[in-house]
């Protein structure tokens, strides 16, 4: 291969006495006009590479044939109305309906399609008032995290007032019809929108019809927060607010709306560890946290005594990770057990009432709705099962099909088994492997390993179109519940943070072996996949054991571990990653796994297509611009690797369909190509 290439510049940084080089510096500027036309010769020699795979269009036809068929949401109420999304098959972006009653057809109430001609904005949030009359909805423009906030009366679905713009990071909390909450941050001028450093949240109050210049600053003037994010209790008497620094451990405030003046009074006071609230009934709060207890529980306390000390546990910590809901005077405990859900019912009084039957192991997501709801609507999925919408009686436990996948899949044709493996310390670790029934054994499976392993993130079971593609191709889908997840609790999670990182890296490491040693397919045929903090994972791996995978992708990756916390809010990251910037000790570490630092001359790495967006503001670009010339400038031996760059697309939120389709039969394409395939 011949890349593009890469000028190097004289940069240098003095990290406690060692000197890096960083020669790609200048790619993190993505307004220069050098930084543009190198991603544009960049796309030019993949899109030369990828025009030459026989069968690219093949796979594209596919996916777009299987993906053609009718999505909906579940379905939420407001005001009057039945609100759900649904997507007619390829549209870019789902379409907001509503109706009166299931008698009546539904009409459009909101088409994000409209917002741009090729689809690249997008709806990232709608919010209504109490009384259903009033809504504000959020568009994000080319997958970026900044949005603008529209207001609009239900009735007549016309735009009220001026627009709320630059928001991020928030939700809308309405406050009667007089106004709501949201958040952000404050942009410095005369930087980048996308890639400069966001350090300081604000709650703001925006009160309808007057200008965002006079909204008041309402929690984060005085004291530096990085996220802020506030909610009403149901009754809309507490304001709720959560401040944290971090990705894990948050404070949290509340303030009576019904006092004039009222304070904000704290209920906790430190970052240490995660809490919620849930429910605001008969002067009782319902909070849900991991203090004192690392899988979760729920407590219950006097809203004039709010605060630890005064705790009760109403559901008691288990050996099961718990992730509360409430709807229609109950509490909802969704666990999880060896990462498939397991659901059971409770009153508000702690007891509990029954365990919800879901179809088989896989995931259930939903069970929240309002307080005066009798029924409820929950989405059970796995690997081999399309998601299917349930409709929940809450009297009786009844659950019935509301709607199922319209996807042509024959779910009888394939297997999906959960196996444990051990990892290099002993570490017992779960993963799924999902297949044709009767796969030969033979090392020759083309196989895609995904992994994530952070922020207390859980990989459960789900569909994925864009799977089913490589399994009727008789390849092996394999996902391994890493450490630094959240599928086992904060222990878990603690377990695959900062000095503890290389254990998620072993973890997928072993994963891998685990697959080659039981003949599912060999390092020939095997591919290393994950995004963001999992293309990370990809990159740190690939770099430690590069003879192990046929095929990396890692897509929108943290690369450069010495600089992430220099953008966006990817100093909010450093519970999980520790910063160079910490002790000599951290830096070390960081610098020896780092993806962009690890990479050496005179290895023969695995073909590698990085795959971003130009407008990714939560993982900047640049950590891939800068992995993927440092990657063609050491790479030995004849395994193509590049980049893909798309463009008006972000992190991953929101991206049209089209783009979505175009990313993955271009990665599936390669894959098979590097391996010698045929796509049947």
């Given at each position: 291969?011949?890349y593009?290439?890469t000028?190097?510049?004289?940069?240098?940084?003095?990290?406690?006495?060692?000197?890096?080089?960083?020669?790609?510096?200048?790619?993190?500027?993505?307004?220069?006009?050098?930084?543009?036309?190198?991603?544009?010769?960049?796309n030019?020699?993949?899109?030369?590479?990828?025009?030459?795979?026989?069968?690219?269009?093949?796979?594209?036809?596919?996916l777009?044939?299987?993906?053609?068929?009718?999505?909906?949401?579940?379905p939420?109420?407001?005001?009057?109305y039945?609100?759900?999304?649904?997507?007619?098959?390829?549209?870019?972006?789902?379409?907001?309906?509503?109706?009166?009653?299931?008698?009546?057809?539904?009409?459009?109430?909101?088409?994000?399609?409209?917002?741009?001609?090729?689809?690249?904005?997008?709806?990232?949030?709608?919010?209504f008032?109490?009384?259903?009359?009033?809504?504000?909805?959020?568009?994000?423009?080319?997958?970026?995290?900044?949005?603008?906030?529209?207001?609009?009366?239900?009735?007549?679905?016309?735009?009220?007032?001026?627009?709320?713009h630059?928001?991020?990071?928030?939700?809308?909390?309405?406050?009667?019809?007089?106004?709501?909450?949201?958040?952000?941050?404050?942009?410095?001028?005369?930087?980048?929108a996308?890639?400069?450093?966001?350090?300081?949240?604000?709650?703001?109050?925006?009160?309808?019809?007057?200008?965002q210049?006079?909204?008041?600053?309402?929690?984060?003037?005085?004291?530096?927060?990085?996220?802020?994010?506030?909610?009403?209790?149901?009754?809309?008497?507490?304001?709720?607010?959560?401040?944290?620094?971090?990705?894990?451990?948050?404070?949290?405030?509340?303030?009576?709306?019904?006092?004039?003046?009222?304070?904000?009074?704290?209920?906790?006071d430190?970052?240490?560890?995660?809490?919620?609230?849930l429910?605001?009934?008969?002067?009782?709060l319902?909070?849900?946290?991991?203090?004192?207890?690392?899988?979760?529980?729920?407590?219950?306390?006097?809203?004039?005594?709010?605060?630890?000390?005064f705790?009760?546990?109403?559901?008691?910590?288990t050996?099961?990770?718990?992730?509360?809901?409430?709807?229609?005077?109950k509490?909802?405990?969704n666990?999880?057990k060896?990462?498939?859900?397991?659901?059971?019912?409770?009153?508000l009084n702690g007891?509990?009432e029954?365990?919800?039957?879901?179809?088989?192991?896989?995931?259930?997501?939903?069970?929240?709705?309002?307080?005066?709801?009798?029924?409820i609507?929950?989405?059970?999925?796995?690997?081999?099962?399309?998601?299917?919408?349930?409709?929940y009686?809450?009297?009786?436990g009844?659950?019935?099909?509301?709607?199922?996948?319209g996807?042509?899949?024959?779910?009888e044709?394939?297997?999906?088994?959960?196996?444990?493996?051990?990892?290099?310390d002993?570490?017992?670790?779960?993963?799924?492997?999902?297949?044709?029934?009767?796969?030969?054994?033979?090392?020759?499976?083309?196989?895609?390993?995904?992994?994530?392993?952070g922020?207390n993130?859980?990989?459960?079971?789900?569909?994925?179109?864009?799977?089913?593609?490589?399994?009727?191709q008789?390849?092996?889908?394999?996902?391994?519940?890493?450490r630094?997840?959240?599928?086992?609790?904060?222990?878990?999670?603690?377990?695959?943070?900062?000095?503890?990182?290389?254990?998620?890296?072993?973890?997928?490491?072993?994963?891998?072996?685990?697959l080659?040693?039981?003949?599912?397919t060999?390092?020939?045929?095997?591919?290393?996949?994950?995004?963001s903090?999992?293309?990370?994972?990809?990159?740190?791996?690939?770099?430690q054991?590069?003879?192990?995978?046929?095929?990396?992708?890692?897509?929108?990756?943290v690369l450069?571990?010495?600089?992430?916390?220099?953008?966006?809010?990817?100093?909010?990251?450093?519970?999980?990653?520790?910063?160079?910037d910490?002790?000599?000790?951290?830096?070390?570490?960081?610098?020896?796994?780092?993806?962009?630092h690890?990479?050496k001359?005179?290895?023969?790495?695995?073909?590698?297509?990085?795959?971003?967006?130009?407008h990714?503001?939560?993982?900047?670009?640049?950590?891939?611009?800068?992995?993927?010339?440092?990657?063609?400038?050491?790479?030995?031996?004849?395994?193509?690797?590049?980049?893909?760059?798309?463009?008006?697309?972000?992190?991953?939120?929101?991206?049209?369909?089209?783009?979505?389709?175009?990313?993955?039969?271009?990665?599936?394409?390669?894959?098979?190509?590097?391996m010698?395939?045929?796509?049947?």
């Amino acid at each position: 291969m011949k890349y593009p290439l890469t000028k190097e510049v004289d940069v240098q940084d003095n990290y406690f006495g060692t000197i890096v080089n960083d020669p790609f510096r200048w790619l993190e500027d993505d307004r220069a006009d050098d930084t543009k036309a190198w991603v544009i010769e960049q796309n030019k020699c993949t899109n030369e590479y990828l025009e030459k795979i026989p069968f690219r269009a093949a796979i594209r036809q596919r996916l777009q044939k299987l993906m053609d068929y009718e999505k909906f949401s579940q379905p939420f109420k407001e005001g009057r109305y039945t609100y759900f999304y649904k997507n007619s098959g390829l549209q870019n972006q789902s379409i907001l309906y509503r109706q009166k009653s299931e008698d009546e057809e539904a009409e459009i109430f909101l088409d994000p399609n409209t917002f741009s001609a090729d689809g690249s904005n997008s709806l990232a949030g709608i919010s209504f008032s109490k009384d259903g009359s009033l809504a504000a909805y959020q568009i994000s423009k080319g997958g970026s995290d900044w949005t603008d906030v529209v207001v609009v009366d239900t009735e007549s679905k016309k735009q009220l007032w001026e627009v709320i713009h630059d928001v991020k990071f928030s939700g809308i909390a309405w406050q009667g019809n007089t106004g709501f909450y949201y958040s952000t941050y404050e942009q410095k001028q005369g930087t980048s929108a996308l890639s400069a450093k966001t350090e300081q949240h604000k709650l703001y109050f925006h009160r309808l019809g007057e200008k965002q210049s006079e909204d008041q600053v309402v929690f984060g003037s005085e004291v530096s927060r990085r996220y802020i994010n506030a909610g009403l209790t149901e009754d809309e008497r507490y304001l709720v607010i959560s401040a944290a620094n971090s990705t894990s451990g948050n404070e949290l405030y509340i303030k009576d709306l019904h006092l004039e003046n009222a304070p904000i009074l704290t209920i906790v006071d430190n970052f240490d560890k995660n809490h919620e609230v849930l429910l605001h009934d008969d002067a009782k709060l319902y909070i849900y946290t991991d203090l004192d207890a690392p899988n979760g529980r729920v407590v219950v306390v006097n809203v004039e005594t709010p605060t630890p000390p005064f705790w009760t546990d109403l559901i008691p910590e288990t050996n099961n990770v718990l992730t509360p809901g409430t709807a229609g005077g109950k509490l909802f405990a969704n666990y999880l057990k060896d990462a498939v859900s397991m659901v059971w019912q409770y009153n508000l009084n702690g007891s509990k009432e029954r365990e919800i039957e879901l179809p088989g192991p896989g995931t259930a997501i939903g069970f929240h709705g309002k307080q005066e709801e009798t029924t409820i609507y929950y989405t059970f999925t796995s690997y081999i099962y399309p998601a299917t919408i349930f409709c929940y009686a809450i009297a009786n436990g009844t659950s019935t099909i509301y709607r199922k996948s319209g996807v042509d899949f024959s779910p009888e044709a394939y297997v999906s088994n959960q196996v444990f493996y051990t990892s290099k310390d002993g570490t017992r670790v779960p993963m799924i492997i999902t297949h044709k029934k009767g796969l030969e054994l033979n090392g020759k499976n083309p196989t895609v390993l995904y992994g994530y392993g952070g922020f207390n993130v859980n990989l459960t079971p789900a569909f994925s179109n864009s799977a089913v593609v490589l399994l009727e191709q008789g390849a092996v889908y394999a996902v391994a519940n890493l450490r630094g997840g959240g599928e086992y609790g904060a222990e878990w999670h603690l377990a695959g943070t900062k000095m503890n990182k290389q254990n998620v890296f072993d973890d997928y490491i072993a994963a891998a072996e685990y697959l080659i040693s039981e003949k599912y397919t060999s390092s020939a045929y095997l591919a290393s996949m994950g995004g963001s903090n999992g293309g990370l994972l990809v990159g740190a791996t690939m770099a430690q054991r590069p003879e192990l995978f046929k095929v990396a992708l890692p897509a929108v990756g943290v690369l450069d571990m010495l600089r992430y916390h220099q953008f966006t809010a990817g100093a909010g990251w450093s519970f999980d990653y520790g910063t160079a910037d910490d002790s000599p000790e951290m830096f070390g570490y960081l610098y020896q796994y780092s993806p962009l630092h690890a990479l050496k001359s005179g290895v023969k790495y695995p073909a590698t297509l990085v795959t971003t967006g130009d407008h990714d503001d939560r993982v900047v670009p640049a950590h891939s611009f800068k992995f993927i010339a440092r990657l063609q400038q050491v790479q030995t031996g004849e395994a193509p690797v590049l980049i893909r760059i798309e463009t008006n697309a972000g992190h991953g939120a929101g991206k049209p369909t089209d783009k979505v389709i175009g990313e993955i039969a271009d990665k599936w394409a390669f894959m098979f190509q590097v391996m010698g395939l045929h796509w049947l």
